[in-house]
């Protein structure tokens, strides 16, 4: 069983960025499609970015595009969310999620949830 660890959240101001990382450990990551998630107070859970397991298929939602970049470093089983130009829509808690295959359609069927971690954005 893998376990995820988010962390790089906080409190920043609109306009500012932000990393998350996402570390892996119980068994390698490499080989499964990986996506970052997050959910606002209040709402349901909304897909982020997706990337498949060698990062040559990327997928972001749109409200994303442009302004967050995913990537991730097999070596160090160890997932990124570059997030810049970010607004107060942004706030929420965002988690990572290892999928139980490839990426599919830039789609990924979580198999493990990280317990998440809180970005705020400030207006």
């Known amino acids: 069983q893998v376990q995820l660890v988010e962390s790089g959240g906080g409190l920043v101001q609109a306009g500012g960025s932000l990393r998350l990382s996402c570390s892996a450990s119980g068994r390698t990551v490499s080989n499964y499609a990986m996506a970052w998630f997050r959910q606002p107070a209040g709402k349901a859970r909304e897909f982020v970015a997706g990337i498949s397991w060698n990062g040559g298929s990327i997928n972001y939602a749109d409200s994303v595009k442009g302004r967050f970049t995913i990537s991730r470093d097999n070596v160090k089983n160890t997932m990124y969310l570059q997030m810049n130009s970010l607004k107060p829509d942004d706030t929420a808690i965002y988690y990572c999620?290892?999928?139980?295959?490839?990426?599919?359609?830039?789609?990924?069927?979580?198999?493990?949830w990280g317990q998440g971690t809180q970005v705020t954005v400030s207006s």
């Open positions: 999620a290892v999928g139980d295959g490839p990426l599919v359609y830039g789609l990924i069927r979580p198999s493990s």
